[in-house]
């Protein structure tokens, strides 16, 4: 079966633009994840959607959002891009609970801001 | 709140020997679960093993094997007969029952020699 697909791979962006970043879990997943993984911070949570609620957030300013829909794809969105928002962003689906079973991760999506 | 600590930012292993890795974690609560991840130059995170911590037996997966020492709140991987793919980054995680984000520890690049 399909993993986890994030869209799109490589992203370059100017500062103050907004992006979106988009993510597939596996088919029948309702959980989805978001983290940030950069060199200083390493892999800092984000946000975490089920059946189309946010149901727990990270400790990131506002400009970072995101949503998930009745199919279980999720974007999530930056906007007033910032130097420090570059980073891989990593998406994460799972069945249950998650980390009952741990996550299944896509490869992410690089953004890069200049 | 809880904290991951990988020490070792770096660790060498030859073909076919056995190398463990170290981590150590901070919580106050009992009920909670242990990931290794592994993250290729594919960037996509992939499960290597996990842990009830209401569970005494220490976890194995093939060549991937934990020991688990709950009161000393540590979780080392130990990998056996190492192999040219094992290369990647490793990280340790944690969760806490009944939440829904995973906190990582920093990553320990593991090579592996021919």
């Known amino acids: 079966k399909a993993g986890v697909t994030q869209t799109p791979r490589y992203l370059i962006k100017t500062r103050g633009q907004q992006v979106t970043l988009s993510c597939s879990p596996i088919?029948?997943?309702?959980?989805v994840s978001w983290y940030q993984q950069t060199p200083g911070q390493g892999l800092q949570f984000l946000f975490e959607?089920?059946?189309?609620?946010?149901?727990n957030k990270g400790n990131f300013p506002g400009r970072f959002s995101g949503r998930q829909f009745s199919n279980s794809r999720s974007e999530m969105n930056v906007s007033t891009l910032e130097l420090g928002d570059s980073a891989l962003y990593l998406c994460?689906?799972?069945?249950?609970?998650?980390?009952?079973?741990?996550?299944?991760f896509g490869s992410g999506t690089r953004l890069t801001v200049v | 709140a809880q904290t991951v600590t990988q020490s070792q930012p770096e660790m060498s292993v030859q073909e076919a020997e056995t190398v463990t890795l170290s981590c150590t974690y901070d919580?106050?609560?009992?009920?909670?679960?242990l990931f290794w991840y592994k993250q290729p130059p594919s960037r996509q995170m992939i499960l290597v093993i996990r842990?009830?911590?209401?569970?005494?037996q220490n976890a194995t997966e093939n060549r991937f094997s934990v020991n688990f020492q709950k009161a000393a709140k540590s979780f080392s991987l130990k990998i056996s007969d190492s192999q040219l793919g094992d290369a990647a980054m490793y990280f340790c995680?944690?969760?806490?029952?009944?939440?829904?984000?995973?906190?990582f520890g920093t990553g320990t690049r593991l090579k592996v020699l021919a």
């Open positions: 088919s029948g997943h309702r959980s």
């Open positions: 842990q009830e911590a209401y569970k005494q």
């Open positions: 959607y089920f059946s189309e609620t946010q149901r």
């Open positions: 919580t106050s609560e009992s009920d909670y679960y």
């Open positions: 994460a689906s799972s069945l249950v609970l998650p980390g009952d079973y741990g996550y299944t």
């Open positions: 995680a944690y969760r806490r029952s009944g939440t829904y984000k995973y906190i």
